[in-house]
T-cell receptor, first 113, second 113 residues
């Protein structure tokens, strides 16, 4: 029973265009959401997070949108760069549950030059 | 500043053997969590330790155990290894027990043959 879903295993985008990665969750107790990026042979690197009291958080080229009613969040990368090519994981947690992050299966983003 | 460091980076074990994985958190971080990442899936939560006490446990058998030392470093132990334990084991640290992004190490790649 996947509580965090990333239904697109892969995504290809042209350099300079927008990349949109999607994530859906089922557990209404989740109130904190994060995106991580992972390169081969490295651990996941934190990108951006959002609390359930917000619907948008922006950090440079990265913006995360949260739609609580739809239990859906998305990560927008604008403009996309070849160095953004990696696997992106969506993760969720309930603050009262400590650091138990539930991760989605990941989406492999390829940014083509 | 040193990030989260894990050792060893790779190891190969035989079914039925025991393994110990080690993790040093970022200086000043008191919470350490362990995750297992099987190929093609997102990381799955195993344990969280904060101030040397277990704060959370994922859905893993009792063959998995962990502890945290006074200097906040941590060990993950797995007994009676199975082929299915082959995975990337990730350690993550945060300053406190919850509600913040976690910083991951590069992982230990365990292969059970």
């Amino acid at each position: 029973d996947q509580q965090v879903k990333q239904n697109s295993p892969s995504l290809s985008v042209q350099e300079g265009r927008i990349s949109i990665l999607n994530c859906d969750y089922t557990n209404s107790m989740f109130d904190y959401f994060l995106w991580y990026k992972k390169y081969p042979a490295e651990g996941p690197t934190f990108l951006i997070s959002i609390s359930s009291i917000k619907d948008k958080n922006e950090d440079g080229r990265f913006t995360v949108f949260l739609n609580k009613s739809a239990k859906h969040l998305s990560l927008h990368i604008v403009p996309s760069q070849p160095g953004d090519s990696a696997v992106y994981f969506c993760a969720a947690s309930a603050r009262n549950y400590g650091q138990n992050f539930v991760f989605g299966p990941g989406t492999r983003l390829s940014v083509l030059p | 500043d040193a990030g989260v460091t894990q050792s060893p980076t790779h190891l190969i074990k035989t079914r039925g053997q025991h393994v110990t994985l080690r993790c040093s958190p970022i200086s000043g971080h008191k919470s350490v969590s362990w995750y297992q990442q099987v190929l093609g899936q997102g990381p799955q939560f195993i344990f969280q330790y904060y101030e040397k006490e277990e704060r959370g446990r994922g859905n893993f058998p009792d063959r998995f155990s962990a502890r945290q030392f006074p200097n906040y470093s941590s060990e993950l132990n797995v007994n009676a290894l199975l082929l299915g334990d082959s995975a990337l084991y990730l350690c993550a640290s945060t300053p406190h027990s919850g509600g913040a992004e976690a910083f991951f190490g590069q992982g230990t790649r365990l292969t059970v043959v």
